[in-house]
């Protein structure tokens, strides 16, 4: 007695790529195979890129920040003063820079002078934030001293001071150039406090990557900035770097205990958190309308095996009489459904991942084509639209396409395997 063909046998592949490829004279959907291809394409090319410009913004955003800025940062809560005020400078600084630098994770501890003072240069000004910063913990930060678009001799910081690009073009300065910097609380005298105006060689343009730091950072020798802002043996916080970012929150405590008492830390987290946060719903809330995307795009491919069915019914009784079960007829058009959303998502998968491989030239085309200005770095904070291709995000979309379509194949192949043969050869 002859066993019974196993599932997917290779006469119902054959059927199946048959139907796939009849002109619509022979009683085919072509036309609506096709529209189901580019729909599954489409969508699932429009996924991946998304992933690919969400994950590329994201690193974008945080790596900037943390080429630039403290991972961690440790302050003083304060002490009164002889006069009364708030007194939030820490005095030991280098003794608790040590301390900190022990921690195991820390790569760098570094003491910072902050203020806001203007810079002009001519009658171009420009209110900048000064960092007081030694030339040798400006040297390890990656995303001052290592940036390709700075220019200058950073070995020669502690003659001058260092700008960011946005501020450089904002003043019209350049390297070699004499810039002034005021600050309202400068000299003290008899008669009160008057401004205190400095003039610096600039020595060294940066581009760190953000708009906004490169917009209004400015960096002055350590010693320089303590004199210029009356911060004589002092400092006004610890800069601190670690081995891994991400973890930066469970290395906070260990930190603050190192600093020692009425010490309080903020971490790069804490101060992007916002913006992380938004990042994380913005990501699911797109996830989720793409998702309905391709949804939308494996419906066409059920409009299609219906109208598949309905043309194939005479086909169906025939088979049915001849021997085939309804699990083979059922698995017949299955194939037809899946094999569409197969071909599809390869080629969304292909068509994605090119987009996210040279997303610089076809940026650059839109751009032209638009006349320039489509991306304003001012509101972005970024120059330009990044995209990080991950293995993750492409399985994502991948396993999302291939389940809705092989699912959705699944109602009209069932109603194909239950049709009655006798009612399908009727009239025939």
């Not at 150039?177 to 105006?197: C, E, H, Q, Y």
């Amino acid at each position: 007695m002859a066993s019974d063909p196993p599932p997917f046998a290779p006469f119902e592949w054959m059927i199946a790529w048959r139907y796939l490829r009849a002109r619509r004279a022979e009683g085919g959907v072509s036309v609506m195979t096709w529209i189901s291809l580019v729909g599954i394409t489409l969508a699932v090319f429009a996924l991946i890129a998304t992933l690919a410009v969400r994950s590329g913004f994201r690193s974008e955003f945080v790596g900037t920040i943390l080429g630039a800025n403290a991972h961690v940062t440790v302050y003083s809560t304060g002490t009164l003063d002889a006069q009364g005020r708030l007194d939030r400078t820490i005095a030991e600084y280098d003794a608790m820079a040590e301390r900190v630098a022990q921690v195991p994770g820390v790569t760098r501890v570094a003491p910072l002078v902050k203020g806001q003072v203007l810079a002009s240069l001519g009658s171009n000004s420009s209110g900048v934030e000064v960092f007081g910063i030694s030339a040798e913990n400006l040297v390890s930060l990656p995303g001052i001293a290592q940036s390709e678009q700075s220019y200058g001799d950073l070995s020669r910081f502690d003659q001058g001071i260092a700008l960011g690009s946005g501020v450089a073009r904002a003043i019209g300065a350049g390297v070699g150039d004499r810039i002034k910097l005021t600050s309202p609380n400068g000299v003290r005298t008899a008669f009160g406090t008057s401004p205190r105006v400095n003039a610096y060689e600039v020595i060294y343009v940066f581009t760190a990557g953000r708009y906004d730091i490169d917009r209004t950072r400015v960096y002055l020798p350590l010693a320089e900035a303590q004199a210029f802002f009356n911060r004589e043996g002092v400092a006004d916080e610890l800069e601190v770097m670690v081995a891994d970012p991400e973890n930066v929150d469970s290395l906070a405590p260990d930190i603050l205990r190192a600093a020692g008492d009425r010490t309080q830390s903020w971490t790069w987290r804490d101060a992007s958190g916002g913006f992380l946060r938004a990042l994380e719903v913005e990501d699911n809330v797109m996830f989720i309308i793409l998702s309905i995307l391709v949804l939308i795009a494996a419906m066409n491919i059920v409009s299609g095996l219906i109208m598949l069915v309905k043309n194939k019914g005479r086909d169906i009784g025939i088979l049915r009489t001849i021997g085939l079960t309804e699990g083979a007829i059922m698995r017949v058009f299955f194939i037809c459904g899946a094999f569409t959303g197969l071909i599809g998502t390869c080629m969304g998968v292909i068509l994605g991942c090119l987009f996210a491989l040279y997303i610089d030239p076809i940026f650059s085309f839109v751009n032209y084509m638009m006349g320039g200005g489509v991306w304003d770095p001012s509101i972005r904070g970024i120059y330009n639209l990044p995209a990080e291709l991950h293995l993750s995000d492409v399985m994502s979309a991948v396993g999302l396409s291939l389940g809705l379509s092989f699912v959705v194949t699944l109602f009209p192949a069932r109603r194909a395997a239950q049709m009655n043969p006798v009612e399908a050869l009727r009239y025939e």
